[in-house]
């Protein structure tokens, strides 16, 4: 990564070609392929869950041990699902997407999107300390 005091900012024209690149193009893409089944299949597990309690509730007072019924242990398992949901997509990025996005955010820093000849912004003093000018 470039240390704050040596970045510029970036121009528009060098985000419209780092947004059209091949490698954009194939992060978007294995983003959406991870991210689009996996929604589908967590809100349908979450609407089967508030279907089967509204329209089944003798099915979800069905006794499995003890006081624990079949409805408690659906409710926890929406929890258990969504810190495993977190744990493979932490696993997805961390293999599939993060190294492309380091890629590119290397190559973004390095300007290597620019256009010959452009000319960004140089980074101020202030601006490494989070202000503008």
Known sequence: MTP???????T????????????????KRR?????????VAFLTWYLL?????TYAPDLMATPVFGNINLGILLGLGQFVST????????AHANK???????EMRERLEHHEYARPG??????????TRGGRQ
Do not use: K
Not at 4 to 10: D, T
Not at 83 to 90: D, L, P, R
């Open 96 to 102: 599939r997407t993060d190294p492309i996005s380091d």
């Open 4 to 10: 704050p005091a040596e970045r510029r900012l970036l």
């Open 83 to 90: 810190f495993v949901i977190t744990h493979v997509y932490v």
């Open 31 to 39: 983003f959406r392929r991870f991210a689009f089944p996996m929604t």
């Open 49 to 53: 869950y508030v279907l089967l309690s």
């Open 118 to 127: 452009g000319v960004g912004v140089t980074r101020g003093a202030d601006e």
């Open 12 to 27: 528009p024209e060098e985000y419209r070609e780092a947004q059209a690149s091949p490698e954009f193009v194939e992060l």
